[in-house]
Nanobody, 123 residues
Framework: QVQLVESGGGSVQAGGSLRLSCTAS???????VGWFRQAPGKEREGVSC????????YYADSVKGRFTISRDNTKNMLYLQMDSLKPEDTAMYYC?????????????????WGQGTQVAVSS
């Protein structure tokens, strides 16, 4: 089993940056992991994922070139560097583990979810 705790959210102006972190307990290194987000009134969407050994990553078209996912299996940490933020990036961001991560699709069949961290981008 894995417990996930997100941090690093906050309020920022458009064009700014934030770095989200996800602290994991348990067998973090055996899972593909990723980030999802959910804006008010919208469905949860897969933002990015990274495979167990970081050989495969996925980015939603809306964040390609602006967000970078990384993981440190020695520290049980997952990160999402978010640059050039836009107001449409405003959402609750969730860390997730389990399932598959392929370059063409977000993390599927998620087993574990964090509680989320709020990101607000003002124009």
């Amino acid at each position: 089993q894995v417990q996930l705790v997100e941090s690093g959210g906050g309020s920022v102006q458009a064009g700014g940056s934030l770095r989200l972190s996800c602290t994991a307990s348990g067998l973090f290194e055996v899972y593909n992991v990723g980030w999802f987000r959910q804006a008010p009134g919208k469905e949860r969407e897969g933002v990015s994922c990274i495979s167990r050994t970081a050989t495969s990553t996925y980015y939603a078209d809306s964040v390609k070139g602006r967000f970078t996912i990384s993981r440190d299996n020695t520290k049980n940490m997952l990160y999402l560097q978010m640059d050039s933020l836009k107001p449409e990036d405003t959402a609750m961001y969730y860390c997730a583990a389990g399932g598959n991560c392929y370059s063409g699709s977000p993390l599927s069949r998620v087993l574990y979810w964090g509680q989320g961290t709020q990101v607000a981008v003002s124009s």
